[in-house]
Nanobody, 122 residues
């Protein structure tokens, strides 16, 4: 499956953005999808993930209550709605997919899209 993330941009603290992860190549509903991010000089970290049906979601503590992950399998797209953005949310955001596991670790995910940059200014 090929993934493409888009929707990043520059916002002020307190603002909102919605990221999208579009998939092609396979039946998208067969894949668990996760969002990760990587800030300059830091390791890539887990943000959120959603089960194949969309019925189960998990979040990093740092984004819980501010970010919402969802999916539309008919449109082959997963979304990450981000509100109340903080400067520490600044990073390149990546979407990733795997067939089976709803987990937080990068090595769980087989397929990765290119990143989309989110910049939050104070």
């Amino acid at each position: 499956v090929q993934l493409q993330a888009f929707g990043g941009g520059s916002v002020q603290a307190g603002g909102s953005l919605r990221l999208s992860c579009a998939a092609s190549g396979r039946t998208f509903g067969d894949y668990v999808v996760g969002w990760f991010r990587q800030a300059p000089g830091k390791e890539r970290e887990f943000v959120s993930a959603i089960s194949r049906s969309g019925g189960t979601t998990i979040y990093a503590d740092s984004v819980k209550g501010r970010f919402t992950i969802s999916r539309d399998n008919a449109k082959n797209t997963v979304y990450l709605q981000m509100i109340s953005l903080k400067p520490e949310d600044t990073a390149v955001y990546y979407c990733a997919a795997n067939r089976w596991f709803l987990r937080t670790t990068t090595d769980t995910y087989t397929y990765w899209g290119q990143g989309t940059l989110v910049t939050v200014s104070s």
